[in-house]
């Protein structure tokens, strides 16, 4: 996202890697024969298509712009504590004094994070952090939506088809957004690798998670995302990691794990 957006703009690469990626998908359905029975579930692909793709994807492609890779991905970590907030709105999840503790350790986490000592904010950054973690709100909130509502939906048929819908709701606003300059060939690459990996393959590995250990613990996942976000960030792109930012990494992760960490069984 850090190569394709500043060159496509938010709108073409979120939704050019949503088309793709559940393009791919629906022809690997095709292959194997798999009925994705859209009929039955068509509302829930659309809602998870929304909430788990096509707002997230945008954001993040908007935060792209004017976010360090690596920072975006450190703020990606805070998916579960939203998930907590609706759990407990919704599923009746018990938020603990502990669990309370984990989320305000995730808060101090994004503000030391987002430190830059000495330096002042670049244009755009408060609103791209935003961005991030409206993004990961939405992640909560779709982890929340499939545990109530969706359990029944195959996996398979949400990671593609949610994927396929969002793309074409995101395209549609491609008129109002033009590319901000021409396709070269490593954006090209970028994009295909945005779309058929991180997309289509990443989604069907994380839907099918959601379906064998629940959105809870599939969304703990994201105590990686920070650890290989930080490694291709500075492999790649040569981003420099700051001191503010592994320590406000470190918070959110700590955090996260307070929030998400498995209830002690009762004594006997």
Known sequence: MRVVAPVLGPVWTSGLRLFLGGGALLLYFQIIGFNANWRAHFRH???IGVLNSGVPFLLYAYAALHLPASLSAIFNSTAPLF???????????RLTGARLGGMALGIVGVAVASWRPGVALAPGSGPATIACLGATCCYGLAGTYLKKFARHVPPL?????SQMLAGVLVLLLTPLSAPRSALTPE?????LALALLCSAVAYVLYFRLIADVGPAKALTVTFLIPVF???????????????PMLVGCALIVL?????VRPKPAPAA
Not at 157 to 161: H, I, K, N, R, V
Not at 255 to 259: D, P
């Open 45 to 47: 692909y659309a809602v």
């Open 83 to 93: 998930g907590a907030v609706f759990g407990a709105v919704w599923l009746g999840d």
């Open 157 to 161: 048929g949400m990671a593609g088809c």
């Open 187 to 191: 954006v090209a690459a970028c994009l």
């Open 229 to 243: 976000g930080i490694l291709w960030a500075v492999l790649f792109l040569g981003e420099r990691i700051t001191v």
């Open 255 to 259: 955090g996260t794990f307070v929030v």
